[in-house]
């Protein structure tokens, strides 16, 4: 189960973890508009349970939301983005 929250983390910022909340509830919305770029083969699994719903989002950087989803995945735990290269 994923429990996304600061409280006791080291290295988290909050706005940063709001933003990722954000992206995974929308990354399955049909309705969303993306740009089309491609941001490189790095993929990232989100499992678990958010606010009582259930995650299971695939983030990769094949466009510009998953780019941000990628992204805000790694600045919510004030880490740099993984990328291949």
């Known amino acids: ?4 929250s600061c409280s006791g983390a080291k290295r988290c910022d909050p706005a940063a973890m709001k933003r990722l909340i954000r992206e995974l509830r929308d990354a399955d919305d049909p309705a969303r508009a993306c740009t089309e770029q491609y941001g490189g083969p790095e993929r990232a699994h989100v499992t678990g349970t958010l606010q009582g719903r259930a995650v299971d989002v695939t983030l990769t950087r094949t466009n510009g939301c998953g780019i941000a989803g990628y992204e805000a995945l790694f600045a919510a735990f004030g880490r740099p983005p993984l990328l291949a290269g």
Do not use: E, G
């Open 1 to 4: 189960m994923l429990a996304l």
